[in-house]
């Protein structure tokens, strides 16, 4: 079992930066896939970005390409997402996750965090 759980969320202006982090608890936690998903309202949650557990591949969302990165330290069990010149389409609920599959985990991975909003603003 895998207990995630995300923080930084909040209000920001388009254009505006945030950075949100995902604590995990478990002690394998190189072994794990790390992602962010989205969910805006009223649509199907969608991948953003994943790294594997050395950090030697990440995958993105051709929609965040350039604008958000995604990093992982494994001496903290902790993943970050980076969010720079955020847009109004960037607006949704952010979920941490787990898995042992980069494929898998862009679909539906095995460990979910429950949240944080992000609301970005005109």
């Known amino acids: 079992q895998v207990q995630l759980v995300e923080s930084g969320g909040g209000l920001v202006q388009a254009g505006g930066s945030l950075r949100l982090s995902c604590a995990a608890s478990?002690?394998?936690?190189?072994?794990?896939?790390m992602g962010w998903l989205r969910q805006a309202p009223g649509k199907e949650r969608e991948f953003v970005a994943a790294?594997?557990?050395?950090?030697?591949?990440?995958l993105y969302a051709d929609s965040v390409k350039g604008r958000f990165t995604i990093s992982r330290d494994n001496s903290k069990n902790t993943v970050l997402l980076q969010m720079n010149s955020l847009k109004l389409e960037d607006t949704a609920v952010y979920y941490c996750?787990?898995?042992?599959?980069?494929?898998?985990?862009?679909?539906?991975?095995?460990?979910w965090g429950r949240g944080t909003q992000v609301t970005v603003s005109s």
């Open positions: 478990r002690r394998t936690f190189r072994s794990y896939v």
């Open positions: 790294v594997t557990g050395s950090g030697g591949n990440i």
């Open positions: 996750a787990a898995d042992l599959s980069i494929y898998s985990i862009q679909v539906m991975a095995a460990y």
